[in-house]
């Protein structure tokens, strides 16, 4: 599922052309991040055009193109009814008319893909951690099975386990279902660790959209806007100036430590 953004403004962020390709780990930074989500799901007032597999979105067809798409909000509630997770996931089924042939399994399923154990089933709501309320939360947005999730700051307060947990689950749905993914974060490790492209709004704009490594070769605009670097890219850029010698931005610190030793030794 493609998405793209023309000429796209409103009180926020103005005038705003992106491509959106699908099967993707696309990570969103800088400012208003939370208005670029609002505006992918066409629930904000915007000037300009919105097309889904090259086809304009008019306001008729709006409800199909958002059934295509869930959006997990940074804030976390629960209706005020609602007492276990259990009931959640049931009242939750209900809220979004799902179809489920065996709805235990479905549920199990979910909760077991993000890390939960199948006895949370049974906790209040009121006692689980920030994490494992978020945690809920993705798992009860992987049972609308959408093309493309929308996650607004879905990391805070997780640890690094729980992290790249859910990372290694995004990356399978996108490689072997081919889902699309837009997160949003201010972790530059994350980033480069994780996402396949980078969207960079800065000042009401995007400032910078590509791949990883196009968005953060892009060291003095970055600096000059005192938008933090993954420590590897400073690190190269830092031999480079003082040694001039050209490593390469490995992802992982082992490959790039073994290409520090080819190019010292």
Not at 1 to 15: A, D, G, P
Not at 100 to 122: F, M, Q, S, W, Y
Not at 195 to 216: F, W
Request: proline letters at 3%; charged letters at 25%; a positive charge.
């Amino acid at each position: 599922m493609e998405i793209r953004l023309k000429n796209v403004s409103c009180e926020e962020l103005q005038k705003i052309n992106l491509l959106i390709p699908s099967q993707k780990l696309i990570a969103v930074t800088g400012e208003n991040t939370s208005c670029l989500f609002e505006i992918l799901t066409m629930k904000k007032p915007v000037t300009g055009f919105i097309y889904h597999d090259g086809k304009r979105i008019l306001l008729k067809d709006r409800y199909l193109y958002q059934e295509k798409i869930a959006f997990l909000s940074s804030q976390i509630s629960f209706p005020s009814h609602i007492s276990t997770v259990q009931e959640y996931f049931h009242y939750w089924i209900l809220q979004y008319h799902l179809s489920c042939h065996n709805e235990t399994k479905k549920i199990e399923d979910a909760i077991h893909l993000v890390g939960l154990p199948k006895a949370v089933l049974t906790f209040p709501l009121s006692i689980l951690s920030h994490s494992e309320m978020k945690l809920l939360q993705i798992a009860s947005v992987l049972l609308l099975n959408p093309e493309v999730f929308l996650l607004d700051n879905p990391f805070a307060n997780f640890d690094s386990k729980s992290t790249k947990q859910l990372m290694r689950l995004f990356s399978k749905m996108k490689e072997k279902y081919g889902k699309t993914f837009l997160f949003s974060t201010d972790d530059c490790e994350l980033i480069y660790q994780y996402a396949d492209d980078v969207i960079l709004l800065k000042k009401g704009t995007v400032l910078l959209h590509g791949s990883v490594e196009e968005v953060y070769s892009n060291s003095f605009l970055l600096e000059k806007e005192n938008i933090s670097i993954p420590q590897v890219i400073s690190f190269v850029n830092y031999v480079k100036k003082t040694k001039n010698i050209q490593l390469d931005a490995y992802k992982d610190i082992r490959d790039l430590i073994k290409d520090i030793y080819r190019k010292v030794s």
